[in-house]
Structure formats: structure tokens, C-alpha cells
């Protein structure tokens, strides 16, 4: 993984890891919508970097490890967001920019970068560079609309 070793889902040691942040994830999806605060909080011990506390994410939120995700400021995904991080993955100012909106079950592949201003529709699969000022859709993503 990080160490650029080969990644063995086998592992003990991962599968130890991947069972606590399951264990996490199932807590923070069976939150009511008021428990916002306990949201956050789960967050924050779940996610390798938050840059500010206008997080949300809406459940269901699914992961492997969390440590390895980076958020940037005013962070929101909707319903069934879910990220592999097997490696690092930072969203924020180099990988999605700012005022994004991301449908549910988006799928981004790794690599890509979304500009600023940018809706991507619900089910979309993103797997090229999307640029700023644009709606995006499909699967294959691709722009439909330039603002």
C-alpha cells in the first residue's frame, strides 16, 4: 500500500484494521439525521485529515480505512459515498475543487481531478479530468453543459 509494498486483502493485520473501521462506519450509518455533532465527532476520529468542521457526509458512507482520506474545507457528499482508500486520497484544492456537487453514487476513479464550479451527476462514473464550470454526467462522465 502506502509503502509501496503488495497489497495483500489477505493480510491479518488489514483485516484486523478494515473490521475496527466497519465496525465505525456501521455506527456513523445508523445515526439518526439530528445526531449531526456525533457525526462530526466520528468523522474526525475516522478520517486522516478534516480541514474545518463543515463536514458532512451523508450515510450511507463507506470506506476502508479512513486514515488515509483528506478532506478539504466545507466538505459534503451525498448518500453512498464511498471511498477505497487503499493509498492516500485527498479531495480538496488539487483534486476537487472548490463549490462541487457530487450525486449519489458517484463513482471517481483515481487520478482525476474535478475543477471548481462543478456539478457531476447522480451514478456517474468519472474517468477523465473534469473541467471548472461544468455539468458532467454518465458513465463514462462527460461534460454536457459548460456555465
Known amino acids: 500500500m502506502l509503502a509501496g509494498e503488495i497489497y495483500s486483502a489477505v493480510d491479518p493485520q488489514l483485516i484486523e484494521e478494515l473490521t ?3 465496525e465505525i462506519i456501521h455506527d456513523y450509518n445508523l445515526l439518526r439525521p439530528s445526531e449531526k455533532e ?12 478534516i480541514a474545518d468542521d463543515n463536514i458532512l457526509i451523508n450515510q450511507p458512507f463507506y470506506c476502508d480505512y ?3 482520506i483528506s478532506v478539504g474545507k466545507r466538505f459534503f457528499a451525498n448518500f453512498n459515498f464511498t471511498v477505497l482508500d487503499e493509498a492516500s486520497v485527498t479531495i480538496g484544492d488539487d483534486c476537487i475543487g472548490d463549490n462541487v456537487w457530487i450525486g449519489g453514487s458517484v463513482t471517481i476513479l483515481p487520478g482525476v481531478t474535478i475543477g471548481d464550479n462543478v456539478t457531476i451527476g ?8 473534469i473541467p471548472s464550470n461544468s455539468i458532467a454526467v454518465g ?4 461534460v454536457i453543459k459548460t456555465l
Not at 447522480?122 to 479530468?129: E, F, L, N
Open 38 to 49: 456525533e457525526a462530526r465527532e466520528i468523522l474526525k476520529g475516522l478520517l486522516g485529515h
Open 20 to 22: 475496527e473501521v466497519k
Open 122 to 129: 447522480a451514478g456517474s462514473v468519472v474517468t477523465k479530468d
Open 139 to 142: 458513465n463514462p462522465c462527460k
Open 66 to 68: 479512513g486514515k488515509q
